[in-house]
């Protein structure tokens, strides 16, 4: 499996991704994680108060695919919310584009431009992780880091600009991708999503983990996408309270079932082909910030 994207083809998905390499090339300064070189462009950042306050205590919520979401196509968001959601058009029984990333005729907005945290709160728009705030679910990028935020199995941690307040849904758009040349393709990962509530008494951050498990995400697909998520009453039910004055969250992930050939640590020499997560957008549709 360690087949290589040739240079020619390199070259052309450049030229392709115009628009996306300009959005990149505003953070990634000097090309980092953004090299041409897949082993290079893993973003695993941690913030270092986060990480070193971590209680031990918290809670686990597990989050089958029965009890989560999965978004592949337009048709699948008729499956997930009522028609009076501002993404449905109701006079056209339309529903909104779950790749669109700017207004567009057929029905208002994308999907991603309507629910994502800039939009919310402007606080999102600063930093590095702003990219994954900004409404783009889906970038035509076929490898490497031309898209969003490429992640090993370690993930990142991050505190937010400001603390949560009211919450009804998590989602996050990503695909797989490693260095083969194997095109559309699934590959079933367990992904993690933390959030972390500071107590103030032990001056710790609580972690509330929801385990996704067995989804299968697309890999390999020429940039297409696959948004994940859960709806925060059904995961946490008389617990949901919890999660008032989130200030941070962490995503890593596993492999959910035997892939011999693949490595999610990006410094393993075991020379296996390594597998990464491309995140283009993590979204809380409807959130409140304090």
């Not at 390199?10 to 070189?37: I, P």
């Not at 309507?114 to 919310?120: E, F, Q, W």
Request: glycine share 6%.
């Amino acid at each position: 499996m360690n087949k290589r994207f040739p240079i020619a083809l390199l070259v052309a998905v450049t030229f392709v991704l115009t628009g996306c390499m300009n959005d990149v090339s505003e953070l990634y300064e000097g090309h980092a994680y953004d090299t041409g070189d897949f082993k290079l462009n893993y973003y695993s950042t941690w913030d270092s108060t986060l990480e070193s306050k971590i209680a031990t205590s918290g809670k686990t919520y597990d989050i089958p695919l029965s009890k989560g979401f999965q978004i592949n196509e337009d048709a699948d968001l008729e499956q997930l919310w009522l028609p009076e959601e501002k993404y449905y058009d109701v006079a056209n029984q339309k529903l909104y584009s779950t790749v669109a990333d700017t207004p567009h005729e057929d029905a208002g907005y994308g999907y991603g431009p309507s629910n994502n945290l800039i939009s919310i709160d402007t606080a999102f728009a600063r930093g590095f992780l702003s990219r994954l705030y900004d409404g783009r679910v889906h970038c035509d990028g076929i490898t490497f880091a031309q898209t969003r935020v490429q992640i090993d199995g370690s993930g990142y941690g991050t505190l937010f600009p400001k603390e949560l307040n009211t919450y009804t849904y998590f989602a996050v758009s990503l695909r797989g991708a490693d260095e083969t040349e194997a095109r559309n393709v699934d590959v079933n990962i367990n992904l993690n999503v933390t959030f972390y509530v500071y107590d103030h008494v032990n001056a710790l951050y609580v972690p509330y983990l929801f385990q996704m498990q067995n989804y299968p995400i697309m890999t390999n697909s020429g940039g297409k996408t696959t948004i994940v998520g859960f709806y925060f009453s059904l995961a946490m039910s008389a617990d949901l309270n919890l999660l008032k004055r989130a200030s941070g969250m962490s995503i890593t992930f596993e492999l959910a079932e035997s892939y011999e050939d693949y490595a999610i640590d990006r410094d393993d020499t075991s020379g296996k082909d390594h597998f990464a997560l491309m995140l283009y957008e993590v979204l809380l549709p409807r959130s409140t910030w304090n």
